[in-house]
């Protein structure tokens, strides 16, 4: 490798494969962080959405059975779907004659606690990837790294000199998988983060929306009992 072709181009074309295949893997390991880091900042945002707007929906109106009108349990709103799985409980259980107050409590919120874990799953998808690269982009980077000074010190036997024209290559392999890794990583991580923060802030409006839901059933209960 002259001093002229020196470049990160001729420096990837021409390192070992083994060295080849970490870089690949660490561009691939980049570039997927950041589409999923984009995908779900997208869906995270537009869920926070949709439930500032259910949430003012569900304070507005009194009345269940028109709140429920024209909903679907395929809605992208996860309290909305949360509030049709508690509804569909309910119709279930009042229907009964005997339907008694507790029963019909205890089997809501259970309702709710199953909806939310599903919920909280969909939240957290692709979320591991992240954690993934993050913590293990590095130690793929310096796998290169390590097989980069091999190769320098394969030259350094096989020409018997070791003068910085020989031992460059390597090093320079090595050095740019170590840099490769760190870049790969270091977004991955804060992207983690910053999407586990946003994930925690939609759980907490699950776990307090469920909370309102099984109070304002509770008054259903009590308004059905008095009549």
């Known amino acids: 490798m002259t001093q002229s072709s020196f470049n990160f181009i001729s420096l990837i074309l021409e390192a070992h494969w083994v060295v080849q295949l970490v870089l690949l893997l660490l561009v691939a390991s980049s570039i997927a962080s950041w589409a999923i880091a984009f995908k779900k900042y997208v869906e995270l945002k537009t869920t926070a959405i949709l439930n500032r707007q259910f949430w003012s929906q569900f304070h507005r109106e009194p009345s269940f059975l028109k709140l429920a009108q024209g909903l679907r349990p395929t809605d992208r709103c ?19 004659r005997n339907a008694q107050r507790q029963t019909l409590e205890e089997r809501i919120a259970r309702v709710l606690s199953f909806k939310m874990l599903e919920e909280s799953a969909r939240n957290e998808q692709l979320l591991p990837i992240l954690a993934t690269i993050g913590s293990n982009a590095p130690f793929v980077g310096l796998f290169g790294t390590v097989w980069g000074i091999m190769n320098s010190f394969r030259a350094i036997a096989a020409m018997q000199q070791s003068s910085l024209a020989v031992v460059a290559p390597g090093i320079a392999e090595a050095l740019f998988a170590t840099a490769l890794g760190l870049v ?44």
């Open 78 to 96: 996860p309290l909305r779907r949360l509030f049709l799985a508690a509804m569909g409980e309910w119709k279930v259980s009042t229907e009964r």
């Open 184 to 227: 790969a990583a270091i977004p991955a991580t804060i992207f983690y983060n910053l999407l586990l923060v946003r994930t925690n802030q939609v759980q907490q409006d699950l776990e307090a929306f469920a909370e309102q839901l099984t109070i304002r059933f509770s008054r259903q209960f009590d308004d059905m009992s008095s009549k």
